[in-house]
């Protein structure tokens, strides 16, 4: 009886350690300190002119309020068929940055992110090689840092997820 219980137990502990791999970090790692004041629109006459011809559409995300760890608002706009523009607007400074996950390389990009968590996963289908792929990035800095990028399957993949 011993025998199985032991063997149940360590089958038990093996199990919960491979259901999250290290490089598939849960967002509860990387906590956001929630931003309290008002939202500060970016400066596109000057630090944000490069991102004007947005202007409308990251003003409105902005204004709509923090998404994305803690004092960010990430907005996202479509740029064609399975294409997506990703920007993030710190609400505090009003300083906009471009997520690095964006753009046409991107095909059929969805996000996943949480206001109160730094942690952010991209997953997207990559045409050229038939692949789903998926990274994670962590905002830390003033900028996105990637945490490994991961292969999940062929394309047909993401088209079923």
């Known amino acids: 009886m011993n025998k199985i219980l032991s063997f149940v137990l360590a089958a038990a502990a093996v199990s919960s350690a491979s259901a999250e791999p290290a490089a598939d970090p849960p967002f509860g790692r990387y906590p956001a300190q929630a931003y309290q004041g008002s939202v500060r629109l970016p400066d596109f006459k000057g630090r944000d002119r490069s991102f004007a011809m947005y202007r409308t559409r990251i003003g409105n995300g902005m204004k709509d309020g923090v998404n994305f760890a803690g004092h960010l608002a990430l907005i996202e706009?479509?740029?064609?068929?399975?294409?997506?523009?990703?920007?993030a607007g710190d609400v505090s400074t009003g300083k906009v940055y471009r997520f690095p996950a964006s753009g046409e390389d991107y095909a059929s990009l969805a996000l996943s992110f949480r206001p109160d968590s730094r942690l952010i996963k991209a997953?997207?289908?990559?045409?050229e090689h038939d692949q789903c792929l998926e990274e994670s990035f962590v905002?830390?800095?003033?900028r996105f840092t990637s945490q490994g990028r991961k292969?999940?399957?062929n394309g047909e993949f993401c088209r079923e997820s």
């Open 77 to 87: 706009i479509g740029c064609g068929t399975g294409c997506r523009l990703v920007f």
């Open 123 to 127: 997953h997207w289908e990559n045409y």
């Open 139 to 142: 905002w830390e800095r003033h």
């Open 151 to 153: 292969i999940l399957g």
